[in-house]
């Protein structure tokens, strides 16, 4: 699956880029689909039609004024079926660009018109603890909406759903209603994950807090990775969601600016959520940390333990070891039995103190 993280050869990809004109079209990014595909759905108040073709040729794809056409493409690595499509439209040439670099950070750019924004689908595989992401761009326009993905996921067939069976405002509200529409379910996926992440979280903080292990340590700082990777996506969306409500190109109706307002407390309780998340792995990681310094201090205060009684009777020892002639007991019979005696009963009457202390219990 696709990482936010821009890979390795993805990297090297943009190298081919260098010295070419801007608008150049030249996809980098890793090929999630086999074979291109346009997918157009026209419908009005009274009936919706939909054709999925390779080929753009085949597809009806004339913007009417009394109905709206949507036109997806899935698999942005085939650069001529995107140009072919902009042509069509008369999309800008860095606009193309923007759509084949799939690792743009949620933007929206207004042309003469139609608006361009793009933001990322998420996933998340509680497995590996880790986040997958899509590419989503849309093109708004008068009476027609454009959508880019990177392949074909099944986001966006609430909407289709919706659109066929003719629920709510979904053929009575126009282009920039299906914009909006498409905006919100990308919102709304980022609750999800969210929500999952959450889980994962709370599943860690109960096996930190009986067992800290190294795996644990490195659960968390995934999750880390993962919540920063959300932020960059999530943040950015609230200045795209705020840009469109202001709609100063005039493309949204003013009965669609107040749903736009409501994808915007979304966002904003999204920050919140994962601003939430993020204190939480923070005060996971102090944990873990506060855990193991306090098992290391329990260690050294067991040796410590261990070394105070073996003292006194490393001080006898080499007090019985020296070489003198004359010293007490030294001819003695039981002489050897008082002094393991007397190394016996210091250990014991120190470990009665480490026991009055609560030191042992506490090992």
């Known amino acids: 699956m696709a990482r936010v993280r821009t890979p390795r050869n993805t990297r090297r990809t943009r190298s081919r880029k260098v010295g070419l004109p801007p608008g150049s079209l030249v996809p980098f990014g890793e090929q999630k689909t086999a074979r291109a595909e346009f997918t157009a759905l026209r419908y009005d108040s009274n009936q919706v039609t939909e054709k999925t073709s390779e080929n753009i040729e085949d597809l009806d794809l004339h913007v009417g004024e009394h109905d709206t056409l949507w036109v997806n493409l899935y698999g942005l690595h085939d650069a001529p079926k995107l140009a072919e499509l902009g042509r069509k439209f008369n999309l800008h040439p ?14 929206v750019d207004a042309y003469e018109g139609y608006i361009y924004f793009v933001a990322r689908f998420f996933r998340y595989d509680p497995t590996n603890r880790v986040t997958s992401s899509d590419q989503v761009s849309l093109v708004l326009g008068r009476n027609f909406v454009l959508t880019f993905q990177e392949r074909r996921t099944g986001s ?41 992440i959450g889980d994962a979280c709370e599943s860690l903080e109960e096996a930190l807090l009986q067992q800290p292990s190294a795996d644990i340590l490195h659960g968390i700082h995934k999750l880390k990775r993962e919540s920063m990777e959300l932020r960059r996506a999530i943040w950015p969306i609230r200045e795209v ?21 409501d994808v915007y407390d979304h966002t904003v309780h999204l920050i919140e959520s994962l601003e939430s998340v993020r204190d939480l792995l923070t005060g996971m990681l102090d944990i873990y940390l506060s855990s193991m310094s306090n098992r290391v201090n329990l260690e050294v205060r067991a040796l410590t333990m261990v070394a105070m009684m073996f003292m006194p009777a490393s001080l006898i020892a080499g007090v019985f070891g020296m070489n003198f002639k004359v010293m007490p007991l030294l001819d003695s019979a039981g002489g050897f039995w008082f ?10 009457f120190m470990l009665v103190i480490f026991w009055r202390r609560h030191w042992i219990g506490r090992l």
């Open 94 to 107: 860095l606009i193309l660009e923007d759509i084949l670099n799939t690792d743009q950070r949620p933007k």
């Open 156 to 196: 966006f067939d609430p909407v289709r759903e919706r659109l066929w069976a003719d629920r709510g405002m979904a053929r009575k509200g126009g282009a920039d209603y299906l914009a909006y529409s498409l905006l919100d379910i990308i919102v709304d996926r980022y609750f999800i994950v969210l929500e999952q």
């Open 241 to 261: 969601v705020n840009a469109l409500i202001r709609n100063d190109s005039g493309f949204f109706q003013p009965a669609t600016l107040p749903y736009l307002r």
């Open 339 to 348: 002094a393991m005696g007397i190394m016996a009963c210091i250990a014991l």
